[in-house]
């Protein structure tokens, strides 16, 4: 099998020397045989075709994704577990690490291991994954630890993105015709754009902190009695934060990936892919508009621009872009972007907590090194009624301490106006 890169995984590809890793990890408490993992991860690669496969970048312009007969397992490294911070050091270390050996597969696992628990990560490209793909993987290896017996159903991968599209869509003339000027206006547009980085690439980072239950309870609850979201709250507060930091620099803008799979009913929930689509997000700046009424208003907003997301049109017309995605990489690696953030919320993580013979003690949100001229994430995840928080960036973008008085100043923000809410 031979298939091209779509845009939205030839964007997060990048090129064949730079890394995009996403790094999932897991603390577990109990026993792991090596034996049973092995086949586990055995089992998941036979199911997920993209484990099976390797990346083309031979041909100009355009890597494919090409299935390797002689794959081989997916690579096991064993290291000491000394530590509650060793997961997230060497989830930096693996951020630099390229899927470059021969006959290497797309995924690797570190295995963190002391006598009572361990910290398993997943480590994979950006673009055959998005946060869907990592909780499965996760999952599923789990299950498989708990219960060897348990069998996989292999899938077929797509050929085209034609293949994802349902049966009511048409490419008629005038979409065709829409793409071909759109395709041709973003020529014109990169033309233009700088591509040249301002300032040399300084050092990636990533905060990592947690809420407790009660804090998590009082998120939820809150939000629920304000009429809005944690999502949008979680928007508000670090949006204001980003001004009360950044001052006029702060674009008071928040791009939110949206999980695909709820447009695409060919993309199964626990299919491998990478692709999501963005919506973006402003804060109301006027100054007598109070913290909860901004999520209200965002909560609407989000609520209209996912509904009127047209992601099977979405997906055909990006492939009218590779003569021109090069320039796009090259923009991303140049500009400061109009956003302050972009954020990741995963919700409540659907992987279970006890097993026969080991439990899951922690879940750590994903953590990613982008090597965009903006790279700034945050990531949002739910295990045990507890909220997780990944923020990663780049030293030369945001400073490690900008970003730390951000993560305080919305935490703060939150805190302060829920007290205030529960007093009301």
Known sequence: MKRKLIIGERIMYVDALTPVNCIFAVKIKGVINPDVLRAALNKIQQKHPLLRMQIDDAQKNCPYFILDENIKEIPLRITSRDGEDDWLNESKTEWNKLFDGENEPLARIVWLKSEESSDFLWVLPHCICDGATIVTLMQEMLYLLDQPELKLTPYASFDSVKELLGPAFSASQSKIFKARMFSLLGKAFFYFKPTRRKVAAGNNYALHWSLDEQQTAELV?????????????????????????????????????????????????????????????????????????????????????????????MLWMSEYFHPVVNKMVSFLKATDGTHDVTLSNMGRLRISENYQSFEVVNIHSPTVAFPWRNPNTLVVSTFKNKMDFTFMSNDTFLTEDEALRIKADAMNLIFEDLKQLSVA
């Open 221 to 313: 609850s809150l939000s629920k009695v304000a009429e809005t979201t944690v999502h949008a709250t979680l928007c508000i507060a670090f949006m204001k934060a980003f001004q009360l930091v950044k001052g006029t620099k702060a674009h008071g803008k928040v791009i939110c990936p949206v999980d695909i799979r709820q447009f695409i009913p060919e993309i199964k929930q626990d299919m491998m892919f990478a692709f999501a689509p963005i919506v973006e997000l402003t804060i109301e700046k006027k100054a007598e508009t109070d913290f909860w009424t901004m999520a209200r208003m965002l909560k609407a907003d989000l609520n209209t621009k996912v509904k009127a997301l047209k992601v099977d049109e």
